[in-house]
């Protein structure tokens, strides 16, 4: 895994001269505590289809790849793909070509891991819940959008930039919001940090769990897919201020949505 200095990308293929795939599953498939494997593996793993690393139809790395990428054992893996597979995420195929894929479509929805394990939605979310999330999303997202504008732009990342936004740009309705989540997602990637991308994916969680409980809005869409080209070119500029100002705004237009839906 390449790291993240000059915006290589932590999933380039080197000598391939193809565009770089968008993210590399192994930003978010990561080692899970021993007291929480189970319910951590699941996030993880939701984390990666609903983010759109590993998009529908894709297959999962293989059962002892991704056991060690999670860090834990076999058994824990299969207890959580089992809830996955029963939830409509995951479906195993026998054969050749065989292996466990991501369910295409996706269930519409983003779950939570429950006390006992099961995968449930909540009936409600509490207000100030709501708040925190919007709060932190606007704080991690700016800041990330600034970052990424001020450091070097590489020509691999500038191209796998270009086609994240353009598949977001051109996506169905039932899929839009996998493909924004993981343009936003490769922005965070550009700043640099690693740290700053999980704690965007972590935190974007969150928002889609909010924006399940809204309805799509056609020029909602059309406005955020104007931003964020502007944005994507404010990066490839390297205009620091105009990128964190467009971000901004941007995120602004979905707090404004969801706050008015929700609280």
Not at 103 to 121: A, F, I, K, N
Not at 174 to 184: I, K, N, P, T, V
Not at 234 to 248: L, Q
């Amino acid at each position: 895994m390449k790291n993240l200095d000059g915006h290589g990308g932590v999933g380039a293929t080197p000598g391939t001269g193809d565009v770089d795939p968008p993210l590399d599953p192994g930003v978010l498939l990561r080692p899970s505590h021993a007291a929480n494997a189970f319910e951590e593996t699941v996030h993880s793993l939701l984390q990666t289809m609903r983010l759109g690393v590993i998009g529908p139809g894709e297959r999962l790395p293989a059962e002892r790849e991704l056991a060690v990428m999670l860090g834990v054992s076999r058994d824990t893996l299969r207890d959580a793909m089992g809830s996955l597979a029963e939830a409509g995420y995951v479906i195993a195929k026998r054969g050749r070509y065989g292996g466990t894929f991501v369910s295409d479509p996706l269930p519409g929805t983003t779950p939570v891991v429950g006390v006992d394990g099961e995968l449930r939605q909540r009936e409600s979310i509490p207000a100030t819940e709501v708040n925190d999330a919007l709060v932190l999303r606007r704080v991690l997202e700016v800041g990330a959008a600034r970052q990424a504008a001020a450091a070097p732009l590489a020509a691999p990342a500038r191209r796998r930039l270009e086609l994240a936004l353009s598949e977001c740009g051109e996506a169905p309705l039932e899929d839009y919001r996998r493909l924004d989540a993981r343009l936003h997602l490769l922005v965070a990637e550009m700043s640099g940090s690693l740290s700053v991308l999980r704690l965007v994916a972590e935190v974007r969680m969150r928002v889609n769990e909010l924006l399940d409980r809204i309805p799509l809005l056609q020029p909602n869409i059309e406005h955020s897919n104007e931003q964020h080209a502007e944005l994507v070119a404010a990066i490839v500029a390297g205009d620091a201020d105009a990128a964190a100002a467009i971000m901004e705004e941007h995120i602004a237009g979905s707090e404004a949505l969801l706050r008015g839906f929700l609280t």
